[in-house]
Structures are given as C-alpha cells and as structure tokens.
C-alpha cells in the first residue's frame, strides 16, 4: 500500500463517512500516519462535505477521532 498525502486520506474519510462509516478506522490510521509525515498536528475537514453537519455531528467526530489519536479541526471555525 502506497503512502497516501493527508488531503488523500482526508478525501477517503470523506469517502468512509458517505458509506456509512465502512473502513473508518483504517482511514483513520491512514490520516494519523500522512498528518506524521507531513508534520501537522491536526487533520482539517470541510463541514459541507459531512454527513451530519451539525454541531453534534461535528462534536462526535472530533471526539471519535481523538480517541484514535487524530485532532480535527473545521474549516468554518
């Protein structure tokens, strides 16, 4: 498996959420690894492009990904 950029990832996350969350996980790990890589603390996602663009959607998210080791951050805030 090739090395993926953190706006790849990113994009198979936002790929992952509209599948109803298949692979999320691996996703995640691939994320974490790209955003190493390239030296950056947080992963930014577009909220439009969510599923659940609303607060409580957003607050899941960050909370789910912080468990797996990922900060996110919103491109709106």
């Given at each position: 498996?090739s090395?993926?950029?953190v706006?790849?990832?990113?994009?198979?996350?936002?790929?992952?959420?509209?599948?109803?969350?298949?692979?999320?996980?691996?996703?995640?790990?691939?994320?974490?690894?790209?955003?190493?890589?390239?030296?950056?603390?947080?992963?930014?996602?577009?909220?439009?492009?969510l599923?659940?663009n609303?607060?409580?959607?957003r607050?899941?998210?960050?909370?789910?990904?912080?468990?797996?080791?990922?900060?996110?951050?919103?491109?709106?805030?």
């Open positions: 498996m090395e993926l950029t706006a790849e990832a990113t994009e198979s996350i936002y790929a992952s959420l509209r599948a109803d969350n298949a692979d999320i996980d691996t996703h995640i790990a691939a994320l974490k690894a790209a955003l190493t890589r390239e030296g950056m603390k947080q992963a930014v996602f577009d909220p439009a492009k599923a659940q609303n607060r409580s959607g607050k899941l998210m960050q909370a789910y990904f912080r468990q797996r080791g990922v900060s996110v951050k919103f491109s709106d805030q």
